[in-house]
């Protein structure tokens, strides 16, 4: 069955009109934040922190070694330190945090995106602006 997306857009306290059928869309630089369920992808050069909760398929050729590099934090999840390319992210409760440079993230699922740094955000329904170092939260609902 296909998701549909409704955006509802919360920008500096203000609520904007929601949607049906967006998929949000990311460009930037800085920090991307997900609480919610996916599916998300997300492209770029930096660190990932992952919960438990989340499936992740990262980059093809990402390492070196046979074995990912990566850190278990307790009660935190897995932090993956130099991810440089495409990674696919789906769950549920899922709390992810990409800091890094030429972001570029695909989010499908229902929760809040919280974007700090800068660069554009977009829907398929021409919703559009931009995000900056003090922050905006994008919520997005999935309509079934």
Same mark, same amino acid.
Do not use: D, E
């Given at each position: 069955m296909l998701a549909f997306i409704a955006?509802?857009?919360?920008?500096? #306290?203000?609520t904007g009109n929601c949607e049906d059928g967006d998929i949000l869309i990311v460009k930037g630089n800085?920090? =991307?934040t997900f609480i919610g369920t996916g599916p998300l992808s997300i492209t770029g050069e930096g660190?990932?922190?992952v919960n438990k909760n989340a499936s992740v398929t990262l980059p093809e050729n990402l390492f070196t070694k046979d074995e990912p590099e990566q850190y278990i934090r307790q009660n935190? #999840?897995?932090v993956y330190p130099h991810i440089n390319g495409k990674t696919l992210i789906d769950g549920e409760d899922l709390e =992810?945090?990409?800091?890094?440079a030429n972001i570029g993230a695909?989010?499908?699922g229902d929760g809040t995106v919280v974007l700090k740094g800068y660069g554009i955000y977009f829907d398929s329904a021409g919703n559009a602006g931009r995000w900056s170092a003090e922050?905006?939260?994008?919520?997005i609902k999935a309509v079934k």
């Open positions: 955006a509802c857009w919360l920008i500096n #306290g203000q800085g920090v =991307i660190s990932l922190v935190a #999840g897995v =992810i945090s990409f800091a890094g695909r989010v499908n922050g905006t939260t994008i919520a």
